[in-house]
């Protein structure tokens, strides 16, 4: 059984730094990009940043840009999310989820369509004073 | 980017009916669009991918529909457990993602 477990929430000062993580078990680590999605209170699902399965890979929402580092840990099957800088904006639910791929053959080529399949429950993270 | 929007944002619907949520991009995405459902407290859940497949172990009644830019996700007779919220996300670029602001799906 696929399993994504956060941890690192906690409440920080706007402009200080927290470090996140998401242990992972049940399939192979390396072969699968993973992501974090954020959730604000009361409010909708936010995409934040995605990983290559390889690692070798990182895309980030422009919201984050610059303050947030995406990471993966072979050794230990571990997604960390770096954050750096942080705002009253950037408190929220931060989940993990494991991105998945399905490959469509069509006369002339391979579509690609990804999706995130499975997802944890979530770290808080408060930026207050 | 790419921008998501869902209607309608709230709809109440009673069991056994049929209900649709629409989710529109701001630009072609082909059939790169997901589907989730959130119940309060809990993770989203994956609903429909690429448009139109379910994955194992979602219930027949929900099915996807679209391409393009217009896309809509169906529940063919609502049952009490599909009282949640609903998100639509395209997927056209690969390892980037946008999500609809939601549609909260009450009973009547």
Partial sequence: EVQLLESGGNLVQPGGSLRLSCATSGFTFSRYGLSWVRQAPGKGLEWVSTISGS??????????????????????????LEMKSLRAEDTAVYSCAKENLVLVPTPTSVDQFYYMDVWGKGTTVTVSS | DIQMTQSPSSLSASVGDRVTITCRASQSISRSLNWYQQKPGK????????????????????????????FILTISSLQPEDFATYYCQESYRSHMYSFGQGTKLESK
């Fill in chain 1, 55 to 80: 690692g070798g890979s990182t895309y980030y929402a422009d919201s984050v840009k610059g303050r947030f580092t995406i990471s993966r840990d072979t050794s230990t099957n571990t997604l960390s």
């Fill in chain 2, 43 to 70: 993770a989203p859940k994956l609903l429909i991918y690429a448009a139109s497949s379910l994955p194992s172990g979602v219930p027949s009644r929900f099915s996807g529909t679209g391409s393009g830019t217009d």
